[in-house]
């Protein structure tokens, strides 16, 4: 329509003898500008995120155990480093954990420096519950955390739905259904290269990101895992926090920070 109005103003205008510059104005008067255009420039991009700690803190203090809650067996401070440790005289039968009884998070990132021994498996428990008539053994979202880094960043659900997005994808869990990948984030062994070994001594830093139903890990600055779960049987929304020591052969998992900052509903 707007292609036919042009043509009959520059046809009118030449019957009627005018000129070309008059006939290009009735055209673009004919056809009125888009009105979801693009602003004119400079155009805004995105800038890199400041490394910052402001609007975090610490729930662990660095030098004891104040407000976290767990069997003294198996963790300790040790040169202000948070030590959970199995050894050949301390073996479990089940995963034991330290719940924080500081709260009880919705809504929030954390932050979390940690290394792993070769042959340990741990994770980062949280919107989780305590399973009952047990002790310190939790049920719940967890980033997940080994030596051989064949599952480290995942989402498991401990003693739950378990695997609800393998590291390198994202996945939407939706109600009576198993977890659906949606999209790729990389390869597991692409990621994998991300994530320091322990034979290095090198500290990983575990970055969550909970809020609603999505559900994010990042490692040292990589997504390795997103879910949004929409499973309104199942999904929690708020939840304690814990570490793990696992059943297995001996092991030692170390965290020197954890941060915790919460985010509006």
């Known amino acids: 329509m707007r292609l036919h109005l042009a043509v009959v103003l520059l046809s009118l205008a030449a019957f009627t003898g005018g000129t070309r510059a008059q ?5 673009r008067r004919a056809t009125p500008s888009f009105p979801l255009a693009p602003p004119p420039g400079p155009q805004i991009l995105p800038t890199p995120l400041k490394e910052t700690n402001e609007g975090f803190v610490p729930i662990f203090d660095g030098n004891t155990l104040d ?19 199995v050894t050949p005289t301390t073996l479990l039968k089940q995963n034991s954990f330290l719940i924080w009884r500081g ?26 519950v305590e399973v009952p008539g047990t002790q310190y053994l939790l049920r719940g979202y967890q980033a997940d955390i080994d030596g051989a880094n064949k599952y480290t960043g995942q989402n498991y659900e401990e003693r739950g739905r378990t695997f609800l997005a393998p590291r390198g994808t994202i996945a939407y869990v939706a109600t009576g259904l ?36 999505i559900l994010i890990h990042i490692l040292n600055g990589h997504v390795m895992s997103e ?24 092991m030692k998992i170390e965290y020197r920070t954890i941060l915790l900052k919460t985010l509006p509903d």
């Open 227 to 250: 879910v949004i779960d929409d499973d309104t049987v199942n999904r929690k929304f708020a939840g304690v926090i814990g570490v793990q020591v696992h059943a297995g052969p001996p």
């Open 23 to 27: 006939s290009l104005a009735a055209a």
């Open 178 to 213: 198993k977890p659906a990948i949606i999209a790729s984030l990389g390869s597991a062994g692409q990621l994998k290269a991300f994530i320091k070994p322990p034979d290095s001594k090198d500290w990983n830093e575990y970055h969550l990101i909970v809020r609603g139903n």
């Open 103 to 128: 709260g009880i998070p919705a809504n929030f990132e954390l932050v979390a420096d940690f290394r792993i021994s070769a042959e340990g498996k741990s994770g980062i428990n949280y919107r989780s």
């Open 67 to 85: 407000r976290w809650d767990g069997d003294g067996t198996y963790w300790t401070v040790r040169d202000h480093i948070l030590t959970g440790e």
